[in-house]
């Protein structure tokens, strides 16, 4: 009864915290930008906040030391589905890698990715660190795998309906996407920060993701149809993700636990 009313009150906090940043975002312009990274941390804070009331003598936000292993493959599984997508693409349609990075200097590009970190923690403490290993307390795995990404999922939807995130294909296009793809890429992460027991192999992920995506492959892919095939919208990247995730719930020999 504790964890489903714990759940609860952290869902009404990340919401709530994260509307006021939508309101800003959405009506701020470009003068509102950097808000984007305080709404990342609002799962995280409500998560710190929950974990305050709820559990104040108990470690629940996986903040634990964890096996290489783990970060290792936490790291290069976004390298692995993205390089395999977009590499698809660009060989698909011949004229739409342009072997240029928005970006050109190679320290900016260094500290983007600690930076991405950063952002990313704020999502996992939250999504991964608290929601999904509380939810697979009360919950079967798989089951708390596909409700807790398809809240993650809709977290994101006020700015996608709104234009001002994953643009360049319909809204249901975007929405439909998107969210097989969060689902799909949350049953990952659920397999990362349960079997590691740390949520570090997630906010790993999650930067790794951002980092080459954002950063790297997408800079690199010059076609006004790309959203359509790759990213977070695309139906290459999405298909590869299923891929992966049905490959990791195959090999698992047992059930995870928290």
Excluded at 151 to 176: D, K, R, S
Aim: charged letters at 10%; hydrophobic letters at 50%; aromatic letters at 12%.
């Amino acid at each position: 009864m504790k964890d489903k009313k714990a759940i609860g009150v952290f869902l009404l906090i990340a919401f709530a915290m994260s509307g006021i940043c939508y309101f800003i975002i959405i009506n701020g312009g470009d003068a509102a930008a950097g808000m984007t990274s305080i709404l990342m941390w609002c799962p995280g804070v409500a998560a710190l906040i929950t974990q305050r009331v709820f559990y104040r003598h108990q470690k629940t936000l996986g903040f634990n030391r964890c096996k290489n292993s783990y970060l290792l493959a936490a790291f290069l599984i976004p390298v692995i589905y993205l390089g395999i997508s977009y590499g698809i693409f660009w060989w698909i349609e011949k004229d739409s890698f342009s072997g240029q990075l928005s970006t050109t200097s190679i320290p900016m590009l260094l500290i983007l990715l600690p930076s991405s970190l950063i952002t990313a923690l704020g999502e996992e403490i939250g999504w991964r660190g608290f929601l999904l290993p509380k939810m697979s307390e009360i919950l079967n795995i798989n089951i708390a795998v596909v409700i807790s990404g398809a809240i993650w999922a809709a977290w994101h939807f006020p700015l996608m309906l709104t234009g001002l995130y994953q643009a360049g294909t319909p809204v249901w296009y975007q929405l439909t996407l998107f969210t097989i793809e969060v689902i799909s890429i949350t049953g990952i992460l659920a397999f990362l920060r349960l079997k590691s027991r740390s949520v570090w192999p997630a906010a790993i992920f999650h930067a790794s993701h951002n980092y080459f995506d954002q950063v790297i492959f997408s800079p690199l892919t010059n076609s006004e149809r790309s959203a359509y095939f790759v990213g977070e919208t695309g139906i290459i990247t999405v298909v590869v993700v299923v891929v992966i995730v049905t490959v990791i719930m195959v090999k698992r020999k047992r059930p995870v636990r928290v």
